[in-house]
């Protein structure tokens, strides 16, 4: 076993019938910090999820929801449209196609002699090896007030923010609907982790936090990146269909 694997904590949970294989590589979360902000109030949550002390009832009640259920509420395609175009021209929404997530994730489907370039989740993993700002994948959050949970693709820490990533392959052409559809859920992770995240290290240290929380969606072909209020933003203004 090479020490690159041997610096990732890894532990199997699950909710309902699907398993879901946390991994942590605490090698790269100490060499971007450990001790201060954000990756403080990171590696408190992500020791308590190593060590099980994480509550059981958000994973396995009926009556919360997976934040993967989360969709848009119904409208026409024009409307649509209109929203994507509104998120973006408000700055709510920024699309990229040189982001280092594309890049990477290219690189890995390159390294696999995988040339549809729309592999499955597993090759997220190599984003905990090869690069030094990924902290860990399929990361536990929940939220009580809003009765939900979930696991998120990829947490890494870019420009002094925690970067919540969602992996959703797919065609070129099928990339803005799938990205806008995929909205509620992601931002729903980054609510999640905001919670967790603040009152982790808000009890630890008795005062309010609001960490710094950039969601992200990516594929091979682009990348869309947006702040965790953004569920906030699409649940007053009607556009999740319910929770």
């Known amino acids: 076993?090479?020490?690159?694997?041997?610096?990732?904590?890894?532990?199997?949970?699950?909710?309902?019938?699907i398993a879901y294989r946390f991994q942590w590589n605490r090698s790269n979360h100490e060499k971007l910090g450990r001790n201060q902000g954000n990756l403080a109030s990171l590696w408190a949550h992500l020791s308590a999820v190593s060590s099980g002390s994480i509550p059981d009832a958000?994973?396995?009640?009926?009556?919360?929801?997976?934040?993967s259920s989360l969709r848009l509420a119904k409208m026409s395609a024009a409307s649509r449209v209109g929203l994507r175009r509104r998120l973006i021209k408000h700055g709510l929404v920024t699309s990229s196609a040189n982001n280092d997530l594309v890049s990477r994730i290219r690189d890995y489907h390159r390294a696999r002699n995988d040339m549809s370039y729309i592999a499955d989740h597993s090759i997220v993993e190599r984003f905990l090896i090869d690069d030094p700002l990924s902290i860990a994948i399929e990361v536990p959050v929940w939220s009580e007030s809003y009765r939900l949970s979930g696991h998120i693709d990829l947490v890494r820490f870019v420009d002094g923010c925690?970067?919540?990533?969602?992996?959703?392959?797919?065609?070129?052409?099928?990339?803005?609907?799938?990205?806008?559809?995929?909205?509620?859920?992601?931002s729903a992770y980054g609510e999640m982790l905001a919670h967790n995240l603040s009152s982790t290290?808000?009890?630890?240290?008795?005062?309010?936090?609001?960490?710094?929380?950039?969601?992200?969606?990516?594929?091979?072909?682009?990348?869309?990146l947006f702040g965790a209020e953004l569920f906030v933003n699409l649940q007053v203004a009607g556009h999740i269909a319910t929770i």
């Open 201 to 224: 290290l808000g009890s630890a240290l008795e005062g309010p936090l609001l960490p710094k929380i950039v969601c992200c969606i990516f594929d091979t072909h682009s990348c869309w």
């Open 1 to 17: 076993m090479n020490k690159q694997s041997e610096d990732i904590v890894r532990r199997e949970f699950r909710q309902g019938r």
């Open 58 to 67: 958000p994973f396995s009640d009926p009556f919360y929801a997976r934040a």
């Open 162 to 186: 925690v970067q919540v990533c969602d992996y959703k392959p797919g065609s070129l052409e099928s990339t803005q609907n799938r990205f806008l559809e995929s909205l509620p859920q992601v």
